[in-house]
T-cell receptor, first 112, second 115 residues
Framework: DADVTQTPRNRITKTGKRIMLECSQTKGHDRMYWYRQDPGLGLRLIYYSFDVKDINKGEISDGYSVSRQAQAKFSLSLESAIPNQTALYFC???????????FGPGTRLTVL | AQKVTQAQTEISVVEKEDVTLDCVYETRDTTYYLFWYKQPPSGELVFLIRRNSFDEQNEISGRYSWNFQKSTSSFNFTITASQVVDSAVYFCALSEAAGNEKLTFGTGTRLTIIP
């Protein structure tokens, strides 16, 4: 089984709808992250969390919110989706000892 | 501010050729970490290597090798005897010292191996 899972894998929604993307991990890592990937722009950090009580904004947090329900679960919400939030979204985890991050399979979100 | 530049947007080589992917970084920190990730057509991001700023020793893993040169702020990635399965987008990334969680990615290099 994959160490980092994301649901859904694909989602098409309409402008103004509320969307939640979920991430779960079995790696036992404290740190979790949400990124978005846009063509030609690489990955950009939306939010990150050191533990359940510690959540921080990344470089492009406007229009997004997150919830760390447990050490293993980190959800990303779009309260009112807009077309320029169409992107590939990745969840990642990291242990406290090493700096590499391990990514989930991604969620492809399309906002019409 | 930290920055990663991958000037090669797309590269195509014939199978079995060697290919080098360039990565140039900028950081003000003296302690930092460099990474390479592979994104195959299936879309997932696969961690390939981490290199610490205080360790300039080059690394080889099978057909993959990495050349880290602090003097030129570069962390280049070479694939020897390329194979079709190497076709992917490759990202170089930089993270500054512990406590700063920001992982800055380059824009990626799309590598196509022609059979």
């Amino acid at each position: 089984d994959a160490d980092v899972t994301q649901t859904p894998r694909n989602r098409i929604t309409k402008t103004g709808k509320r969307i939640m993307l979920e991430c779960s991990q079995t790696k036992g890592h404290d740190r979790m992250y949400w990124y978005r990937q846009d063509p030609g722009l690489g990955l950009r950090l939306i939010y990150y969390s050191f533990d359940v009580k510690d959540i921080n904004k990344g470089e492009i947090s406007d229009g997004y919110s997150v919830s760390r329900q447990a050490q293993a679960k980190f959800s990303l919400s779009l309260e009112s989706a807009i077309p320029n939030q169409t992107a590939l979204y990745f969840c990642a985890t990291r242990s406290g000892s090493y700096n590499e991050q391990f990514f989930g399979p991604g969620t492809r979100l399309t906002v019409l | 501010a930290q920055k990663v530049t991958q000037a090669q947007t797309e590269i195509s080589v014939v199978e079995k050729e060697d290919v080098t992917l360039d990565c140039v970084y900028e950081t003000r920190d003296t302690t930092y970490y460099l990474f390479w990730y592979k994104q195959p057509p299936s879309g997932e991001l696969v961690f390939l290597i981490r290199r610490n700023s205080f360790d300039e020793q080059n690394e080889i893993s099978g057909r993959y090798s990495w050349n880290f040169q602090k003097s030129t702020s570069s962390f280049n990635f070479t694939i020897t005897a390329s194979q079709v399965v190497d076709s992917a987008v490759y990202f170089c990334a930089l993270s500054e010292a512990a406590g700063n969680e920001k992982l800055t990615f380059g824009t990626g290099t799309r590598l196509t191996i022609i059979p």
